[in-house]
Antibody
Framework: QEQLVESGGGLVEPGGSLRLSCVASGFSFSDYYMSWIRQAPGKGLEWVSFISGSGSTIYYADSLKGRFTVSRDNAKNSLFLQMTRLRADDTAFYYC???????????WGRGTLVTVSS | DIEMTQSPESLAVSLGERATINCKSSQSVLYTSNNKNYLAWYQQKPGQPPKLLIYWASRRASGVPDRFSGSGSGTDFTLTISSLQAEDVAVYYCQQYHTIPPITFGQGTRLELK
């Protein structure tokens, strides 16, 4: 059974850092592009980052201005998001989702909540 | 960037009635080389992640009831629920994957029971 399980969220002070993880199971992880998508409480969906199966192609939303870094470890079926210089407006549920190249997000994890507050 | 605009922002429909949600892209999401529209629809219920309903603008994802249908081409798209069920109460999002980055979503349409 396919699964994506995010972890690593929590409460962090403004200016702090956090590393999110997403562990995949039930499918061939390295065959898929993976994305992080976030959703502020009560708000819509915002794409954050995208990484190819090999990790050679990476994109970020312009709004992140270099604060976030995505990576993956295919040997551990894991996707990561290193978040630095966190701000209050980074508060959101962070979902990992899989896709192909120029395809839909066909499967999503349940998300992990990041709260940036003093 | 391709901007996605949904209408209406919210919608109240009676059980068994038709629900229609619109999505407009600021640029065409149709690739003429393969005649595919690079557009998807998602359903998100409270406390749950989004779930894929429709891809390539009109193809239902696995397990999606046939009361859900997608139509449109180019810049104008529609998600239709032919006969609303109570379990269809949710927020619905469109998304384009034609030109990335960025991957962009509509702002969402909240569907409620009348």
């Amino acid at each position: 059974q396919e699964q994506l399980v995010e972890s690593g969220g929590g409460l962090v002070e403004p200016g702090g850092s956090l590393r999110l993880s997403c562990v995949a199971s039930g499918f061939s992880f390295s065959d898929y592009y993976m994305s992080w998508i976030r959703q502020a409480p009560g708000k819509g969906l915002e794409w954050v980052s995208f990484i190819s199966g090999s990790g050679s192609t990476i994109y970020y939303a312009d709004s992140l201005k270099g604060r976030f870094t995505v990576s993956r470890d295919n040997a551990k079926n894991s996707l990561f998001l290193q978040m630095t210089r966190l701000r209050a407006d980074d508060t959101a549920f962070y979902y990992c989702a899989r896709s192909g190249w120029l395809t839909e997000f066909d499967f999503w994890g349940r998300g992990t909540l990041v709260t940036v507050s003093s | 960037d391709i901007e996605m605009t949904q209408s209406p922002e919210s919608l109240a429909v009676s059980l068994g009635e038709r629900a229609t949600i619109n999505c407009k892209s600021s640029q065409s999401v149709l690739y003429t080389s393969n005649n595919k529209n690079y557009l998807a629809w998602y359903q998100q219920k409270p406390g749950q992640p989004p779930k894929l309903l429709i891809y390539w603008a009109s193809r239902r994802a696995s397990g999606v009831p046939d009361r859900f249908s997608g139509s449109g081409s180019g810049t104008d798209f529609t998600l239709t629920i032919s006969s609303l069920q109570a379990e269809d109460v949710a927020v619905y999002y469109c998304q384009q994957y034609h030109t990335i980055p960025p991957i962009t979503f509509g702002q969402g349409t909240r569907l409620e029971l009348k």
